[in-house]
């Protein structure tokens, strides 16, 4: 289900019946047609275990599972939207990144610890984010949410990219991550965590970087 880019803050869905996707709530800016939005219980493709995970992990940000036939046109909170198309792989992105989703695609959570060990479990820590990151699988369109636009740099064998992680959006492909520090210990005295930290990415596929450190 492709999303029209209306401007860099909303986009438009096109709803066909026998079709659905998922939206945050308070996303729905406009529609046309008769398409209806009922509250998500079951926690999107992935049923009552990924919903459970989600609840342990945090990442309780409410759906709507959005149905019918016409057209609709998201935003929130006048953030940038990035559209990201799946051809089968699967993207991370924290929960409350997420804008709207092809109902195709399978829905899950990871630990952050299994990637980067002790390291990826600082991550979340030092970023303010979740231990567990959304997982999104398949084919088909997501839109996610960032501050100040979004750059997609792709990441290579041999090739580690290096992200602030208060910048980090998204990532998709074979990719391990793992937080290192910038800097040594003495001179991190008196710097903020996005100085101190880096978020290495290493493998094949991309990574989505905000122009901001603010978080959502």
């Given at each position: 289900m492709p999303f029209r880019e209306i401007n860099?803050?909303?986009?438009?869905?096109?709803?066909?019946?026998?079709?659905?996707m998922f939206s945050q709530r308070g996303a729905m800016l406009a529609y046309k047609g008769e398409v209806s939005f009922t509250p998500n219980i079951q926690g999107g493709q992935g049923g009552l275990?990924?919903?459970?995970?989600?609840r342990v992990a945090?990442?309780?940000?409410?759906?709507?599972?959005?149905?019918?036939?016409?057209?609709?046109?998201?935003?929130?909170?006048?953030?940038?939207?990035q559209v990201i198309q799946l051809t089968g792989d699967t993207l991370y992105v924290e929960?409350?990144?997420?804008?709207?989703?092809?109902?195709?695609?399978?829905?899950?959570?990871?630990f952050m610890g299994s990637q980067g060990g002790v390291m990826?479990?600082?991550?979340?820590?030092?970023?303010?984010?979740?231990?567990?990151?959304?997982?999104?699988k398949g084919h088909g369109a997501v839109a996610v949410m960032a501050h100040g636009g979004v750059i997609e740099l792709p990441i290579t064998p041999g090739r580690a990219v290096h992200v602030d992680p208060q910048a980090y959006v998204a990532h998709h492909g074979d990719v391990r991550n793992?937080?290192?520090?910038?800097?040594?210990?003495?001179?991190?005295?008196?710097?903020?965590?996005?100085?101190?930290?880096?978020?290495?990415l290493s493998g094949s596929g991309a990574v989505y970087v905000q122009a901001s450190e603010e978080k959502l």
């Open positions: 860099s803050k909303m986009v438009e869905a096109t709803i066909a019946p026998g079709q659905k275990v990924s919903m459970i995970g989600r945090n990442e309780a940000t409410p759906l709507m599972t959005v149905e019918g036939s016409g057209t609709v046109m998201f935003g929130h909170g006048g953030h940038h939207i929960a409350d990144r997420l804008l709207a989703f092809d109902g195709t695609l399978q829905q899950g959570t990871m990826g479990m600082v991550r979340g820590q030092v970023t303010g984010q979740g231990l567990f990151t959304t997982t999104l793992k937080l290192s520090t910038a800097l040594g210990w003495r001179d991190m005295v008196g710097r903020g965590s996005g100085e101190a930290f880096q978020l290495e």
